[in-house]
């Protein structure tokens, strides 16, 4: 079946972006986008794309969960030994991509990943539905399986020995907490020219604020 790309249009003209508009920290404005994606009943808010770089300096990209915006810092969970994990042990530099399409928004972050505290994992950890606690501790992250079976086998051996007791967090889990130095809102207008409005972090610790091209 053939399907002809190169026709499949989109025009956007729900809402613009004005520097004027634009408060001088970009946390504030990410805060309001993602409240108004959230209270817009965008499918999956949160979901964010995060890309690494392997040590081979290859890039990949792979779909999270934002889980916390704090001080600063943007918080995704993953498994340490994941292949994310693995390419952020190496290098911390990363890059989160939100796109809200029923708003017409993308915010594209980047910066660097260090561990958080155990203690601020474990704290998250106990939030998570008791099967995902489960599944966190026997999931081989990224690794080849022989089947479905095996996983599921491997579950249930394990739900079984957490019956009636608080299910821990494996060492090999946990938070990463991403410290922002370039952020991009981008708004969706008329004839493909977008909003482009660009946060870049300065030595002395100020945002410097510039509009760009589409």
Known sequence: MEIDLSRIRKDYNKNGLKESNTPDDPLQLFQQWLYEAIEGKVNEPTAVLAGTVSP?????????????????????????????????????????SFVWHELER????????????????????????????????????????????????????????WVGKEVERPEHWGGYAVTPTRIEFW????????????????????????????
Not at 115 to 129: G, I, L, N, Q, W
Not at 135 to 161: T, V
Not at 203 to 210: A, L, M, V, Y
């Open 106 to 161: 993308q915010v594209h972050i980047e910066g660097t990943a260090v561990k958080v505290s155990p203690e601020e994992s474990d704290a998250y950890f106990k939030t998570r539905p008791y099967k995902s606690r489960v599944g966190a501790r026997i999931s081989p992250q990224s690794q080849p399986i022989a089947s479905r079976m095996q996983l599921i086998r491997a579950f249930i051996k394990e739900a079984a020995h």
């Open 187 to 214: 708004q969706g207008r008329p004839n493909r020219l977008h909003d482009r409005i660009l946060y870049t972090l300065q030595p002395d610790g100020n945002w410097s604020k510039t509009r760009i091209a589409p």
């Open 56 to 96: 081979e300096g290859k890039p990949a990209t792979r779909t999270v969960l934002l889980k916390d915006l704090h001080d600063g810092h943007f918080i995704f969970y993953t498994n340490y030994h994941s292949r994310k994990g693995k390419h952020l042990e190496e290098n911390p530099n990363v890059s989160l």
